[in-house]
């Protein structure tokens, strides 16, 4: 069974600030990462895709991946109100013909104005 | 957006009843994917589909089926609805396998 956590939260940042979000997984072949965005009642919207170690930065958004340490975060710079929802963290399975994700269970983050 | 379209948006229905989930995408992506979704478990797949007819099982299989006859539309079908599958289901589109995946809206199903 594929794990992947995540802090639950919620996760309380004031407006502006920048908000860490954390998620380890323990599949050690996993090469696809994907953030999502899930507001309340709403489906997840993809946010941040990442593939290679390192940053990769999309306007406010800047995923970091970690493939040693099977560590993968999302920060948000300049955090808004409207950043306010549960965010998830995906990676992709390993292994020949894999097709699937495996979701965490999210962290819930509250900027607060 | 996407375009994936989920039938119905909501459904209360009774015990014991089948119940027919529809997915639908105008994208010609090959691989789809139903998901339930529950306060303290996330996000769990149901079943997935790589191609028409080909089908696979997911992490929380047992009391749904599926079917895919044409690329564009996955069926989920409930044979015997029980309360234990009340829940938000999502429907999911991908180009393939290491791509991300796009979700529809979600149906609301209550079975009481």
């Known amino acids: 069974q594929k794990e992947v956590e995540q802090n639950s939260g919620p996760l309380s940042v004031p407006e502006g600030a920048i908000a860490s979000l954390n998620c380890t997984y323990s599949d050690r072949g996993s090469q696809s990462f994907f953030w999502y965005r899930q507001y309340s009642g709403k489906s997840p919207e993809l946010i941040m895709s990442i593939y290679s170690n390192g940053d990769k930065e999309d306007g406010r958004f800047t995923a970091q991946l970690n493939k040693a340490s099977q560590y993968v975060s999302l920060l948000i710079r300049d955090s808004q109100p409207s950043d306010s929802a549960t965010y998830l963290c995906a990676p992709g399975d390993s292994g020949a013909g894999s097709y699937q994700l495996t979701f965490g269970k999210g962290t819930k983050l509250s900027v607060i104005p | 957006d996407a375009g994936i379209t989920q039938s119905p948006r909501h459904k209360v229905t009774e015990t014991g009843t089948p119940v027919t989930l529809r997915c639908h995408q105008t994208?010609?992506?090959?691989?789809m994917y139903w998901y339930r979704q529950d306060p303290g478990h996330g996000l769990r797949l149901i079943h997935y589909s790589y191609g028409v007819k080909d089908t696979d099982k997911g992490e929380v299989s047992d009391g749904y089926s599926v079917s895919r006859s044409k690329t564009e539309d996955f069926l989920l079908t409930l044979e015997s609805a029980t309360s234990s599958q009340t829940s938000v289901y999502f429907c999911?589109?991908?180009?393939?396998?290491?791509?991300?995946?796009?979700f529809g809206d979600g149906t609301r199903l209550s079975i009481l």
């Open positions: 994208e010609n992506h090959r691989y």
């Open positions: 999911a589109i991908s180009v393939s396998g290491n791509q991300p995946q796009h």
